[in-house]
């Protein structure tokens, strides 16, 4: 890319930008540091996942930096960019893929390697984040369960220095000013950070547009940095270095204990720890904490292995939570780290240095580099197409004995279809789902929390097998129950439609407008009367014994509201296990089936007092239903049953588990709508 001298007036000709700062090694030590310890003991470090985005100011930071200095010399090259890239990125990535489709084809189910192979194409793509940001949802995978979910990062980082080189290489050719440039860029990234955070978390968190900003920050230090004339790599006093030093590494502090999983992030709050990486940057290798602690052989050294470490803590923290079925002790989670650590440095000392530095053959390093990554692209697509190969050793040992019942839903369609009066922008209409051919004889409606969802397989085969329409509405984690309002939410999209006690009086008038022949209601009965869950009354914190006053006083009123509509039909209860079950069996490493199993009586005091609420039922129109009869023996209640596994997790029903609820429930509707 050919540019005049006189383009390049900007920067001081004294700046030179490839300077080693082991400072910056420092930070990224810090960065990781943080991030490995949220990863293994979150409960230790609430804000750890700040780690990332110190990360991303240092990447801004280095990269435009280089760019910087190569565009003031004339020598910037949009095809070496990219070279370094690879070279910087590749080798450690493909490593990690290699081992994480090894690991999965021994150990991990189908569903779980088509999922995996999902992921490896989208991260050898780097588009993993827009993938994540796709599938997140109430249902979703628990998140540490997926092997490669920490590459949405790199998926941000790589997708922003595919448009930033060329965008400054064209921008500095036209003598546009690249300052303001970067600061128009940056506040708009940032004002649509803002943006997203305050009506779509996920999407704020995985989009790449709401991440530029911090990039960008660190590319402003760069420019900033270039356009003075530095001596000793320094750009204000002593005195003030240090001063950006200690603030910096306060505001990183502040972020670490203040921020965590509840709150509304990126949003503002990202100011914190990506300022606060900014101020440690701009400091330069004089500020006191930069010299004395991060320029440090041992933080240097962290650095140095950083990211080779942060691709591998996960991948094993994750294959140890799939193959444990739960959270690891805490020594198996310091073995993990510890080995972490080893790997990185393998890694980084037999395979990211020789490729990285040897510069015979540069060529064919590169072209093995892209067409492996390719390669790898690919059978990560085939696993995905093949549906996780189900013919593997782990899949035929772990499958469940009985044979697969087939679920046949009826044509979905529109909610509103028949309804004249009601009003149409109602948030009720978002939970409402409408299964139905052309004119059907009754109509059903489903409503509850996501139990709903569980249920709606068995119902939906009854529908279809009958000509009924199903009228599915769940509004996940949130009870169906007039008035009733939460005040905590473990499922944070709930606190959007959970947190007034609006929602069930608007989808009451839904159920209304619809007319249905019965009403199917269902909610985690089992775990609402034992916890903080529930209040009735404005500003006021949940506590058990509002929970227990809206179960005894607005639970027996909802039924009556809507009994006064149609006949209702209410589905009871069943355990919540103590742990995931599941089926995997891996010779090799001593795991076979093992089922989790609640005790009845334990099951039955904890729903005593929901119990006695159904009891006290008194209305003819009010029937209702104990699926535990299918589970429960009179001393165990089971998570496998005849062979089939009727848990999906410690409460939802999985779909060939719900449909042994068949017979009993046709019986009951064919009963309810005489």
């Known amino acids: 890319m050919g540019m005049t001298v006189k383009e390049l007036s900007p920067f001081s000709a004294k700046s030179d930008f490839k300077t080693y700062r082991p400072d910056i090694d420092g930070l990224r030590a810090l960065a990781v540091l943080i991030v490995v310890i949220f990863h293994a003991f979150p409960g230790r470090l609430p804000g750890g996942f700040i780690g990332v985005d110190i990360f991303f100011v240092i990447s801004g930071y280095l990269i435009s930096g280089i760019i910087f200095s190569e565009l003031s010399t004339n020598t910037f090259s949009i095809r070496r960019f990219y070279e370094r890239r690879i070279l910087r990125i590749f080798p450690a990535l493909l490593i990690v893929l290699a081992s994480c489709f090894i690991a999965g084809w021994l150990v991990l189910l189908a569903d779980e390697y088509a999922q995996l192979g999902k992921h490896m194409l989208a991260s050898a793509g780097f588009l993993l984040n827009l993938v994540l940001w796709g599938e997140s949802g109430y249902f979703d995978n628990a998140v540490d369960t997926k092997p490669l979910l920490h590459l949405w990062s790199l998926g941000v980082e790589e997708q922003f220095y595919i448009f930033w080189p060329l965008i400054l290489g064209f921008a500095w050719k036209q003598g546009v000013n690249i300052k303001w440039l970067i600061i128009v860029i940056c506040c708009l990234s940032f004002a649509f950070n803002l943006h997203q955070t305050s009506v779509d978390l996920t999407a704020a968190f995985y989009s790449p547009l709401t991440r530029f900003w911090e990039l960008l920050i660190g590319a402003l230090i760069a420019y900033w940095c270039q356009s003075y004339s530095v001596t000793n790599n320094r750009i204000f006093s002593q005195t003030t270095n240090n001063g950006l030093s200690i603030i910096g590494f306060l505001l990183i502090l502040c972020a670490l204990f203040f921020i965590n999983k509840q709150r509304a992030f990126p949003g503002a709050w990202a100011l914190f720890p990506v300022l606060g990486a900014a101020l440690i940057v701009l400091a330069g290798p004089s500020g006191w904490l930069n010299r004395t602690f991060l320029s440090n052989r041992v933080m240097v050294g962290i650095g140095l292995i950083s990211y080779p470490l942060y691709l591998w803590h996960w991948l094993l923290l994750s294959f140890a939570r799939i193959l444990e079925n739960q959270t690891p002790t805490g020594f198996v989670r310091l073995f993990i780290v510890a080995l972490s650590f080893f790997l990185a440095w393998a890694t980084y000392v037999f395979i990211e240095k020789p490729i990285r530095h040897h510069n015979k053959n540069r060529s064919f390093a590169l072209n093995t580099l892209v067409i492996t990554m390719f390669i790898f692209g690919g059978v990560g697509y085939w696993v995905f197409l093949k549906q996780g190969i189900e013919n593997r050793l782990v899949v035929k040992a772990s499958s469940?004995?009985?044979?697969?019942?087939?679920?046949?839903?009826?044509?979905?369609?529109?909610?509103?279809?028949?309804?004249?009066?009601?009003?149409?922008?109602?948030?009720?209409?978002?939970?409402?789902?409408?299964?139905?051919?052309?004119?059907?004889?009754?109509?059903?409606?489903?409503?509850?929390?996501?139990?709903?969802?569980?249920?709606?397989?068995?119902?939906?085969?009854?529908?279809?097998?009958?000509?009924?329409?199903?009228?599915?509405?769940?509004?996940?984690?949130?009870?169906?129950?007039?008035?009733?309002?939460?005040?905590?939410?473990?499922?944070?999209?709930?606190?959007?439609?959970?947190?007034?006690?609006?929602?069930?009086?608007?989808?009451?008038?839904?159920?209304?407008?619809?007319?249905?022949?019965?009403?199917?209601?269902?909610?985690?009965?089992?775990?609402?009367?034992?916890?903080e869950f529930l209040t009735n009354m404005t500003d006021e914190i949940a506590t058990r014994a509002s929970t227990r006053k809206v179960l005894t006083?607005?639970?027996?009123?909802?039924?009556?509201?809507?009994?006064?509509?149609?006949?209702?039909?209410?589905?009871?209860?069943?355990?919540?296990?103590?742990?995931?079950?599941?089926?995997?069996?891996?010779?090799?490493?001593?795991?076979?089936?093992?089922?989790?199993?609640?005790?009845?009586?334990?099951?039955?005091?904890?729903?005593?007092?929901?119990?006695?609420?159904?009891?006290?039922?008194?209305?003819?129109?009010?029937?209702?239903?104990?699926?535990?009869?299918?589970?429960?023996?009179?001393?165990?209640?089971?998570s496998i049953v005849d062979g089939v596994m009727f848990y999906e997790d410690t409460y939802h029903l999985t779909s060939q588990g719900v449909m042994h609820f068949k017979k009993d429930l046709e019986s009951m509707i064919d009963h309810s709508l005489r």
């Open 553 to 638: 006083e607005d639970l027996p009123n909802t039924f009556d509201v809507l009994s006064s509509i149609s006949n209702v039909m209410v589905i009871k209860g069943w355990p919540v296990l103590p742990r995931n079950p599941h089926t995997r069996v891996v010779e090799w490493i001593g795991l076979s089936k093992g089922e989790v199993t609640v005790p009845q009586k334990e099951f039955e005091q904890k729903t005593q007092h929901i119990n006695q609420v159904f009891d006290n039922l008194a209305n003819q129109r009010i029937s209702l239903y104990t699926p535990t009869h299918k589970l429960c023996d009179g001393t165990l209640c089971h």
């Open 400 to 531: 469940q004995t009985a044979p697969f019942v087939k679920i046949d839903f009826p044509p979905e369609t529109l909610c509103t279809e028949g309804l004249n009066s009601f009003a149409f922008n109602s948030p009720a209409l978002q939970f409402c789902k409408r299964y139905a051919a052309n004119e059907p004889q009754k109509t059903i409606v489903l409503w509850g929390d996501s139990s709903v969802v569980s249920l709606l397989p068995v119902f939906a085969t009854i529908a279809k097998e009958k000509n009924y329409a199903i009228v599915n509405i769940s509004h996940l984690s949130c009870p169906p129950i007039l008035q009733a309002r939460k005040s905590s939410f473990t499922f944070e999209d709930s606190k959007k439609y959970c947190a007034d006690g609006v929602i069930q009086g608007e989808v009451v008038d839904l159920i209304r407008q619809l007319k249905p022949d019965l009403i199917v209601i269902a909610a985690a009965w089992s775990g609402y009367g034992n916890k």
